[in-house]
């Protein structure tokens, strides 16, 4: 898995994403790309530990034990396999993976350390014009303020009103 190209298969939430993990007429294969997005700090909302995506049960019934997926999303350490996560910025915000749809051909080379969706620049540009955001879910409260001050994860999920203001860690006493 060092160097793959496959069939994107994207999901926009994880609740669609396990219903069909079960589906046997789920239309995937061993070099499918299983994509969720929607998982980041405001996707989420909170970056929730969505990107362990199962395989689907037809193909662990075919004996595959490892498949591409990607999400904005985070894992939790005790998970396996092949996985990009933490992409960002996150699709809810119209990062990349806002762009991706099911049936893009994406590529993953380690080695380069390139991920790329094969998608002709052109097409691109329509389906930015096309993006919006999802509708506001919370008007008020913790959530709202958490959704405006959030960062990024390639910026720490942080508060925004905070970057840059954090003292300087005292060096460890021996």
Same mark, same amino acid.
């Given at each position: 898995? +060092?160097?793959? *190209?496959?069939? &994107?298969?994207?999901?926009?939430?994880?609740?669609?994403? +396990?219903?069909?993990?079960?589906? !046997?007429?789920? *239309?995937?294969?061993?070099?499918?790309?299983?994509?969720?997005?929607? /998982?980041? !700090?405001?996707?989420? !909302? %909170?970056?929730?530990?969505?990107?362990?995506?199962? @395989?689907?049960?037809?193909?662990?019934?075919? %004996?595959?034990?490892?498949?591409?997926?990607?999400?904005?999303?985070?894992?939790?350490? =005790?998970?396996?396999?092949?996985?990009?996560?933490?992409?960002?910025? *996150?699709?809810?915000?119209?990062?990349?993976?806002? @762009?991706?749809? =099911?049936?893009? $051909?994406?590529?993953?080379?380690?080695?380069? $350390?390139?991920?790329?969706?094969?998608?002709?620049?052109?097409?691109?540009?329509?389906?930015?014009?096309?993006?919006?955001?999802?509708? *506001?879910?919370? #008007?008020?409260?913790?959530? $709202?303020?958490?959704?405006?001050?959030?960062?990024?994860?390639? +910026? /720490?999920?942080?508060?925004?009103? +905070? #970057?840059?203001? &954090?003292?300087? !860690?005292?060096?460890?006493?021996?």
């Amino acid at each position: 898995m +060092l160097r793959h *190209e496959g069939r &994107a298969l994207v999901f926009d939430s994880n609740a669609e994403m +396990l219903a069909a993990m079960d589906d !046997p007429d789920l *239309e995937v294969d061993a070099d499918s790309v299983l994509v969720l997005r929607n /998982g980041g !700090p405001i996707g989420g !909302p %909170g970056m929730p530990e969505w990107g362990n995506l199962p @395989l689907p049960k037809k193909l662990l019934r075919q %004996g595959v034990r490892d498949m591409l997926r990607i999400s904005d999303a985070r894992m939790s350490g =005790t998970h396996y396999g092949t996985c990009v996560l933490h992409v960002s910025p *996150e699709s809810a915000i119209g990062g990349p993976l806002a @762009l991706l749809r =099911t049936g893009d $051909r994406v590529r993953l080379d380690i080695g380069q $350390r390139r991920l790329d969706m094969l998608v002709d620049d052109a097409e691109l540009v329509v389906r930015r014009a096309a993006w919006k955001p999802e509708a *506001e879910r919370y #008007a008020r409260g913790y959530t $709202r303020m958490f959704l405006s001050e959030v960062t990024q994860a390639h +910026l /720490g999920c942080d508060f925004a009103s +905070l #970057a840059g203001n &954090a003292p300087t !860690p005292e060096p460890p006493i021996y």
